[in-house]
């Protein structure tokens, strides 16, 4: 498998979780 | 029996029992337009999802994979980035605003927000919702009838008349709440399948390597996310034009009703871990399932490329699971239909009839007129999905164009920019849903880029500029 394309599918899912986490966690209410 | 029949026959009990017991929780119009707004985090992360995706995910994206290789993943990443920002920015904000506001639809949110006692808003929007949407629904009809054709050989007539009784019928027996929790059952199915699929296909394919040399054999290009293009194509034609399509979710009102209906705006932070969750899982598990047809059909193995997820889950799993794998793709249609169904009754119901006709009807009389345009719009639908053929199917990229420039910017800008006027959101409905469809039908212009990039563009630019040169609006509160 060519580097490129094992990067092309497996690093846009994981930035996509990174920011949903993130997200999440920035996101929480403070009280 | 035939196993694949007996799981779709389970999965259809499943759904006809869901619309009786949902029936008697219909008393008001905002428990079966929003299911009185009191759903929870999964239930609405998983519906947003089931009514996001059509049957284009588990059979288009497939049948895409199948006949380009690995430069389909651009339109999974495009859609996860779009599915992202539209939960991000849109999600809290309008439940906050809708609520505040006194919104059950998009178009009372839209005439709320900037007063507008002339109906201008309202009655634009309304008539791009119905306008878009009952092609919509049609579109969902006529996949109904292809998959129960090619899976169990029924007339293509009797598909779509079995699919779309079923859909109408718990449609309007639960309203929201019916298709909240059939979405809850669709998008754990549609999920479940591109999990199990892609890896029994993969470890049976001889793993990583097992795929990358049968493919690499049949054309090196097919295993290069770039198909081997460059230049222009490759950047305007493949890169923009598959990431074109994310732009489209911020604009949907099947999928922006889901946000509303949350019990609290809090929820919506684990909504958005749920949400993209399903996301990584269903697009990428997709692209791997037709990347496995393609290392064990090669290209042109198969007359219909649509027919890989099918195919695949035939050969590479025992035959009940393979039915309830393949009952997925009819999930993920209905799914979408009756949300869209829901849709487009809330423009007559609400939009119309509440709120232009009659001020002052009951809410029992409201909900038996949001029953009966349900029932209206289905056979409009149907009838449009039997007369107009395959050709509506192609409608599916102008609504999904066309409602997302239209709604799109006009959506984001009224939340985050308080500077944004009436006259401004009008000209951006306009210039959006103008802009994709004669985009669309002048081949020049469609081969050089999908028309959804240059109508959401315009759009917004239309929203900006004509905001700022109409009076400003009084101040609102715009925090979520």
């Known amino acids: 498998m060519p580097p490129s394309t094992v990067f092309w599918v497996v690093v846009p899912p994981a930035v996509l979780m990174a920011i949903t986490i993130i997200y999440f966690v920035l996101s929480r209410e403070r009280r | 029996m035939d196993p694949i029949l007996a799981g779709f026959i389970g999965y259809l009990l499943v759904v006809v029992i869901v619309g009786f017991t949902t029936f008697r929780f219909n008393k008001t119009l905002a428990d079966f337009l929003l299911a009185g707004r009191r759903l929870g985090a999964w239930i609405v992360a998983l519906s947003e999802r089931a009514s996001g995706e059509s049957a284009w995910l588990l059979i288009g994206l497939p049948g ?5 290789g690995f430069s389909a993943i651009w339109s999974a ?3 996860g980035a779009g599915i992202l920002t539209s939960w991000m920015l849109v999600a809290r904000r309008l439940r906050v605003q809708t609520e505040r506001l006194g919104a059950l639809t998009l178009p009372d949110y839209f005439e709320a927000r900037f007063g507008d006692t002339s109906h201008l808003l309202r009655i634009v929007s309304m008539a791009v919702i119905v306008f878009f949407f009952t092609f919509y629904v049609s579109a969902q009809f006529l996949a109904a009838g292809k998959v129960l054709n090619t899976t169990f050989g029924l007339a293509p007539l009797h598909g779509m008349l079995i699919g779309a009784a079923i859909i109408i019928f718990y449609t309007i027996m639960g309203g929201f709440l019916a298709v909240a929790w059939t979405d809850l ?3 754990l199915l549609m999920a479940g399948a591109m999990i199990l699929l892609p890896l029994a296909a993969w470890i049976e394919l001889g793993g990583v390597s097992g795929v990358a040399s049968k493919i690499g054999a049949i054309d090196q290009n097919l295993l290069l996310v770039t198909g081997g293009q460059t230049g222009r194509p ?3 034609g493949l890169v923009v034009g598959s990431l074109g399509i994310g732009l489209g979710y911020v604009g949907q009102p099947h999928l922006l009703t889901r946000f509303m209906a949350i019990r609290h705006a809090r929820d919506l932070r684990k909504g958005t871990l ?8 269903a697009f990428w598990g997709a692209v791997l399932v037709g990347i496995a047809g393609l290392a064990h059909f090669g290209l042109g193995g198969l007359e219909d490329t649509e027919h890989v997820m099918p195919q695949v889950a035939s050969l590479f799993l025992p035959a009940g699971i393979a039915g309830v794998v393949i009952s997925a793709a009819i999930a993920a ?4 239909a009756d949300s869209q169904l829901l849709v487009a009754t809330s423009a007559l119901s609400e939009d ?3 709120q232009l006709v009659n001020k002052e009807a009951s809410q029992k009389r409201l909900v038996a007129i949001s029953r009966i345009g349900t029932v209206a719009i289905g056979v409009i639908a149907f ?3 039997l007369r107009a053929e395959e050709k509506v199917y192609w409608f599916v990229l102008y609504a999904w164009a066309g409602l997302g420039a239209a709604f799109g910017p006009a959506m984001v800008m009224s939340l985050w920019w308080k500077r944004t006027t009436k006259w401004g959101v009008f000209a951006g409905m306009v210039v959006g849903s103008t802009v994709a469809v004669v985009w669309h039908n002048v081949a020049v212009l469609k081969d050089a880029v999908y028309e959804l990039v240059p109508a959401f563009a315009l759009a917004l630019v239309a929203v900006v500029v004509v905001s700022l040169l109409t009076a400003p609006p009084k101040d609102v509160d715009l925090s979520g």
């Open chain 2, 333 to 336: 249609m209905m799914s979408t």
């Open chain 2, 383 to 385: 009838v449009l999905a």
């Open chain 2, 234 to 236: 490759l950047i305007m």
């Open chain 2, 64 to 68: 895409l994979a199948l006949a380009s």
């Open chain 2, 77 to 79: 990443i495009g859609c």
């Open chain 2, 274 to 281: 749920i949400a993209m969750s399903w996301v990584v899982v």
């Open chain 2, 352 to 354: 119309i009839y509440h």
């Open chain 2, 185 to 187: 059952v669709q998008g």
